[in-house]
């Protein structure tokens, strides 16, 4: 009974070594070894592994991206408040996995990214009005990244930041759309005063050029009375004309000159 119970003690004792001895790092993690206290300056890669038992701890640090929401309540450049609601992916490149163990402590977004992402965006936001930042959202965002990416350095990537909502105080957004409203008659306005303009251009060409075109055919009939005769020609349809004469000097009828000629 002793012999049977020694050695289940001895097989539990064994199973607890094994285990505490080996390591598995997950797809998309790296491990960090913690030794009584002592990082160790290189990071475990993804696999299985063996460590020392007990004294051994390995940690695992995600380096997927991630994706995390964030809040930012901002001033423009004319001193009007605007809440931006963004979305920030990052991720912590291996390389910078032991580091940020030992400098940060708890997660890498909120002691690390978080606050310097508001930063970052409100001095984008403090270099444009609040109508600018409404219409120019991509700038804003472009600026914020880029100043994020400054502040924030190697230890994470911050891949993109994406404006989710803008939202403003219920008197300015009122004021921006009556401002829009305005600009959008104001155009209105301006397109037809130059339609009529244009019509009106037209008008005055097509009659300049009706009286050039007369003056044109005085002058032709001026110098060349046979231009009549031959404007009859080309105009006359083939059937015999009912009146002979013109203006005021009618002759007959057609009907009439033929009973007199019997």
Do not use: H
């Not at 977004?109 to 270099?127: D, G, H, N, S, Y």
């Amino acid at each position: 009974m002793a012999r049977a119970i020694g050695f289940a003690i001895l097989i539990f004792s064994a199973a607890i070594m094994a285990s505490s001895g080996t390591y598995v790092i997950q797809p998309g993690y790296r491990g960090v070894e913690v030794t009584l206290g002592k990082v160790s300056p290189a990071f475990k890669p993804e696999g299985f592994g063996f460590k020392p038992p007990f004294i051994t701890m390995i940690y695992p640090v995600s380096i997927r991206q991630q994706t995390s929401m964030e809040k930012a309540e901002c001033y423009s450049a004319d001193l009007q408040q605007v809440s931006v609601v963004l979305r920030v992916l990052y991720r912590i490149p291996e390389g910078a996995v032991v580091k940020l163990f030992q400098g940060y402590r708890g997660d890498a977004f909120e002691t690390l990214i978080a606050p310097r992402v508001q930063e970052a965006l409100k001095e984008a936001a403090a270099q444009q009005s609040a109508e600018q930042i409404v219409k120019n959202r991509e700038l804003i965002k472009s600026r914020a990244l880029d100043l994020a990416r400054t502040k924030i350095g190697d230890l994470l990537i911050v891949e993109d930041i994406v404006v989710e909502d803008i939202a403003l105080t219920r008197e300015l957004k009122q004021a921006i759309e009556q401002k829009m409203v305005q600009e959008q008659d104001a155009s209105k306005a301006k397109f037809t005063q130059q339609r009529a303009q244009i019509e009106a251009n037209t008008t005055f060409i097509k009659a300049e050029g009706e009286a050039k075109s007369i003056v044109i055919r005085g002058e032709a009939l001026k110098e060349n009375p046979a231009f009549v005769e031959l404007q009859i020609v080309d105009r006359w349809d083939g059937v015999a004309p009912r009146i002979i004469g013109s203006g005021s000097n009618v002759l007959m009828t057609l009907s009439d000159l033929e009973r007199r000629n019997k």
